[in-house]
């Protein structure tokens, strides 16, 4: 029986144009572009299309665009990098409870380690943080807001743009981390308005190990490494022009599928949803059910824990996850479901089923075929539920 792969929101296989973009900078095309010789050109001509390539599908100027190993170095290249600008100046930093752990971990670094004075943005039932909220928190010494783009376990879409603009009115800095939204939905940084922005490769099947950080011109972020003047020193090291290259490829094809595999999602995602809570009782979905991206299902399942399920369905060839992959292994219940208000009990269910370009409507019926006697067997054993449900 064919594997199921359901946790694209982990990582994405890579695509074979892009591999096949990728392949002469490891092999004939090796130089290194800091080099003058010529094998250094070669390799510089490459990276600095790519930074082209990938500016113009943000509609940002290259001179504006610094490659990064990913999404959590961006993250922590914008927010300590900030911090470190306005310390002595500013000491506050705003950040929603639902962010990724590259931001939320960030945050708790500055709070204890350097006395910087953090705030949670609260979010509403389906994941969602609002104006009105943000400014009841801001202050005139907040230097940086930090808001998802689209959240990691739910998909939430956040209203980016009307959040950024309430920083911007307090002379407050806006970031946000787009590395689950860009190239599933459109991603345009002047449309937002941010100030800064971090994308990944490895979540639109191009290379891992390969991101990159938008930083508008004229703010000044403090380097968090040191060792040379690559990327105008923001980010020094030997570049990446492999990943460079396959993060621009893979940006490409997405800008071409982008609308067809929206609507493909969609189509699979809702009946994914009503299929699952129809034939599994006592089912919750969490996050929106518009405003998302639609490739993103997260469901509890009362009277059960996510690891059990998890496992049940490995063994049936069908790849899940119960959260962020950078948390598996953790037992408490997710911060993006508690944030959201989810009780305990609810969140220690919980499931995320994320689709991808190999998603057919076959595989989610064998899941769904698999799935709910699995359930029902956990849910058995568990004596709170069936004291409950009596």
Not at 186 to 191: A, P, Q, S, T, W
Not at 296 to 311: A, C, D, H
Request: some cysteine.
């Amino acid at each position: 029986m064919d594997s199921i792969y359901l946790d694209h929101n982990a990582t994405t296989p890579v695509e074979p144009e892009v591999l096949e973009a990728m392949l002469p900078y490891w092999t004939t095309e090796f130089g290194n572009a800091s080099s003058i010789h010529q094998f250094g050109r070669s390799a510089k001509v490459a990276l600095e299309s790519a930074r082209e390539s990938i500016a113009a599908f943000i509609n940002c100027l290259p001179a504006e665009l610094f490659f990064t190993s990913g999404g959590t170095e961006s993250d922590n290249i914008a927010i300590l990098g900030t911090a470190s600008q306005f310390r002595g100046k500013k000491n506050h930093l705003i950040v929603a409870g639902t962010e990724h752990h590259a931001v939320i971990e960030s945050a708790e670094h500055l709070h204890h380690k350097e006395g910087v004075d953090v705030s949670l943005l609260p979010v509403d039932r389906e994941g969602f943080a609002h104006a009105d909220q943000l400014k009841a928190l801001i202050q005139d010494k907040t230097f940086l807001v930090s808001v998802m783009h689209a959240n990691n376990e739910t998909g939430a879409i956040q209203d980016i743009r009307t959040l950024a603009d309430v920083a911007h009115e307090r002379n407050t800095l806006f970031h946000t981390d787009a590395v689950q939204s860009i190239g599933k939905i459109r991603v345009d940084v002047k449309e937002l308005t941010v100030d800064m922005l971090s994308l990944t490769g490895h979540k639109i099947y191009g290379p891992k190990g390969t991101g990159a950080l938008f930083i508008r011109q004229g703010i000044k972020i403090s380097p968090l490494m040191y060792g040379g003047s690559h990327e105008k020193k923001r980010r020094p090291g030997t570049e990446n022009v492999a990943g460079a290259v396959g993060l621009a490829k893979a940006l490409e094809i997405a800008g071409r599928r982008m609308d067809s595999d929206f609507e493909r999602m969609r189509k699979l995602a809702d009946y994914f949803i009503e299929q699952l809570i129809s034939r599994v009782p006592d089912t919750t979905f969490n996050g929106p059910r518009r405003d998302r991206i639609p490739q993103t299902v997260n469901v509890s399942f009362k009277g059960t824990t996510g690891e059990p399920i998890i496992l049940g369905l490995d063994m049936e060839g069908i790849a899940v996850a119960s959260g962020s992959a950078c948390t598996s292994g953790a037992t408490e219940p997710s911060h993006v479901l508690t944030a959201m208000g989810i009780p305990s009990n609810v969140a220690n269910g919980a499931i995320r089923f994320s689709m991808g370009r190999s998603t057919t409507k076959e595989q989610l019926d064998r899941v769904l075929q698999v799935l709910p006697p699995i359930v029902e067997r956990l849910r058995a054993m568990s004596p709170e539920y069936n004291r409950t449900n009596a």
